[in-house]
């Protein structure tokens, strides 16, 4: 399995630090609001490659965390005249509830920052102690010219930073060097705190994720990810901290997502391109935005527009068409053994998955893996034939399903227009009634008013199968 680390430009070979485990840390959200159509991808493409690792038979560990201290969460309580735990109380259960939709699998551990307090002051203190942070009137800033190694993972020379910040008008006179950042800050009034050696305040940001990640993982983990806006500052902070506190390298393998953008623009409050997911799955169901995300390689940027929505919708349905006609041919068919000619297609039908697996393995590219997948329908499609036997339709389900599954697609046409699925199949079963009493007349309007909803039946020798109208 080879994937791209940021850390060093390069694919590289996966080797985990202990033989078939994985610990993962992906930064989470903000949560002063609800998620983002942005912040969706994060979540459905690291779950991803955390489903094709377990498939792969790893051990994961998965940490995501929720920062729930921050000066936006404290300016939306504020703003609503509530205490700040009411605003992340909240937006944490939305968050959960998003992640849900989006069939994400919860993480092994939901770290939150005002849960790890004790740990962040410990860590500061160490890196107080090592000469690799300093305290100026009741703030504590991280010395990043103790740290030789700052600009790694970004590229970035500290040098031009120091001489980029400089030149700021809101250069902070306490901190000894313009490119250092700050660990803890006192408190304001009216803002939460937390009692410290150097002041009442709160940690910075980047702290907290070097505390999550060593307290639920290890001093040195295999994967850490988040969107590539992350990588500097604060992933490149975060391993100026995590290395100087723990004399160890911090994460082997650095994942960063693409953007999203919308309508081909950066996605903004001011340009009015701006959409929470909640508002995208008003129109389109959350299985078809996971569809949409998967559909384009996860370092690359992707456009979001409806039409693009769209057809991610009809990919989609296709799938789910072929997965219900299988499972039709199931019902109504008989047969334990296949043929020899079923048995020579199931055996040929092998390089679908071969071609999933060769995908995944190249970085992730759940877009060739989608196509793998798309091939599969195909296949299916024109060999599964009336008098095919039920284990031949049962064989190709599970093949299909099988990779839908690790791309965490969700095959069973609950959602979205086949919400009326029962409808329809009481609506065909009185048709079937209507037609053995010899009621024709019955059971053409029973037919006329399933085509109005957009669903073509079709009698078979097996029984009447249904599909919605291409
Ligand atoms: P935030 O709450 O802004 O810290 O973001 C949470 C996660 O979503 C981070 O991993 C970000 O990098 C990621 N993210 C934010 N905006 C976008 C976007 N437009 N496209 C893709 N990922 C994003
Ligand atoms: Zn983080």
Redesign the pocket.
């Known amino acids: 399995m080879k994937i791209y680390n940021t850390l060093t430009r390069k694919k590289e070979e996966f080797i985990p630090i202990e033989e078939n485990k994985v610990k993962m840390y992906v930064?989470g959200p903000t949560v002063y609001g609800l998620i983002h159509i942005g912040n969706a991808r994060p979540y459905v493409i690291f779950d991803t490659i955390r489903r094709y690792m377990e498939y792969k038979g790893y051990e994961v560990t998965y940490v995501q965390?929720f920062t729930d201290v921050d000066d936006k969460i404290i300016k939306r309580a504020n703003d609503e005249g509530v205490t700040t735990d009411v605003i992340t109380e909240r937006y944490i259960k939305e968050a959960l509830a998003d992640a849900e939709g989006l069939n994400v699998k919860p993480a092994t551990f939901h770290p939150r920052a005002t849960c790890e307090m004790d740990h962040i002051i410990e860590m500061i203190k160490t890196l107080i102690e090592k000469g690799h942070a300093y305290e100026k009137n009741g703030s504590v800033y991280y010395d990043t010219r103790s740290f030789p190694e700052y600009g790694k993972l970004s590229g970035k020379k500290l040098d031009d930073l120091i001489a980029g910040a400089s030149n700021r008008v809101d250069f902070d006179e306490d901190k000894k060097s313009p490119a250092d950042f700050v660990l803890w800050k006192p408190k304001k009034e009216g803002e939460p705190y937390w009692d410290s050696p150097w002041s009442q305040g709160r940690p910075g940001w980047h702290i907290e994720?070097s505390v999550m990640a060593k307290q639920y993982l290890g001093d040195t983990i295999d994967i850490h990810a988040?969107g590539e806006d992350?990588i500097f500052p604060?992933h490149e902070n975060?391993i100026a901290q995590s290395e100087a506190a723990n004399d160890k390298p911090f994460a082997r393998y650095w994942l960063h997502n693409g953007f999203i953008n919308v309508d081909n623009e950066k996605m903004s409050k001011s340009k009015g391109n701006f959409f929470t997911l909640r508002d995208i799955v008003a129109e389109v169901p959350y299985d078809v935005v996971r569809f949409f995300i998967l559909g384009g390689h996860y370092r690359s940027p992707i456009n979001f527009s409806r039409e693009l929505m769209e057809a991610a919708g009809n990919g989609l349905q296709r799938i789910k068409n072929s997965i219900r006609d299988i499972k039709f041919h199931i019902e109504n068919s008989s047969g334990d053994n296949m043929t020899e000619n079923e048995t020579a297609l199931i055996k040929d039908s092998a390089r679908f998955k071969t071609a999933f697996e060769a995908a995944m393995d190249d970085d992730f590219n759940t877009a060739d893996a989608i196509a793998a997948i798309f091939d599969f329908v195909r296949f299916a499609n024109s060999n599964l034939k009336p008098d095919s036997t039920k284990a031949f339709g049962e064989a190709l389900l599970s093949g299909i399903e099988e990779l839908c599954d690790i791309l965490g697609i969700k095959t069973d046409n609950e959602s979205g227009e086949d919400a009326d699925k029962d409808k329809i199949e009481s609506m065909i079963a009185e048709r079937t009634a209507a037609k053995k009493m010899r009621d024709f007349g019955k059971a053409d309007e029973i037919r006329a008013k399933l085509l109005e909803m957009g669903v073509v039946i079709e009698d078979t020798r097996q029984g009447t199968r249904w599909s919605y109208k291409k």
Do not use: M, P, Q, S
């Open positions: 930064c965390n994720c988040g992350l604060h975060e």
